[in-house]
């Protein structure tokens, strides 16, 4: 084989291995790609699923919280109506600032 024919069957594999390179540069750089969008997307997924049992953790403490006050008010209800019962009224004004029922002689009605 003349010494021209090699230089150029050398050259010529070179030439093919420069361009196989090339394309598998190009792979992977795009296997590189796609495996970046997974991974983003699997973590928004993760992001957002954390967030939903977040929020679901929150309403269970608000709804909690908000059936205690519910039972607070209540009790705050029936405590309001027992100090307001006309009898407690009678003999905290009897008790504690010794106030009597009237006589009939002290009744005065005013007209309009």
């Known amino acids: 084989m003349p010494p021209s024919l090699v230089i150029a069957e050398t050259v010529r594999r070179q030439h093919v291995a420069g361009k196989s390179v090339v394309l598998r540069n190009r792979r992977v750089k795009l296997y590189c790609v796609i495996i ?19 929020h679901g953790y ?5 709804t909690r919280e908000a059936e205690d006050m519910v039972g607070q008010k209540s ?15 009678e003999s905290v004004a009897r008790d504690s600032f010794g106030m009597r029922l009237p006589k009939g002689e002290e009744i005065v009605i005013i007209e309009p």
Do not use: G, M
Request: glycine fraction near 0%.
């Open 36 to 54: 970046a969008i997974a991974l983003s997307a699997l973590l928004i997924y993760v992001w957002t699923r954390i967030r939903v049992v977040q």
């Open 58 to 62: 929150d309403v269970s403490r608000l």
């Open 75 to 89: 009790r705050l209800e029936s405590e309001i109506a027992a100090l307001k019962s006309p009898k407690r009224l």
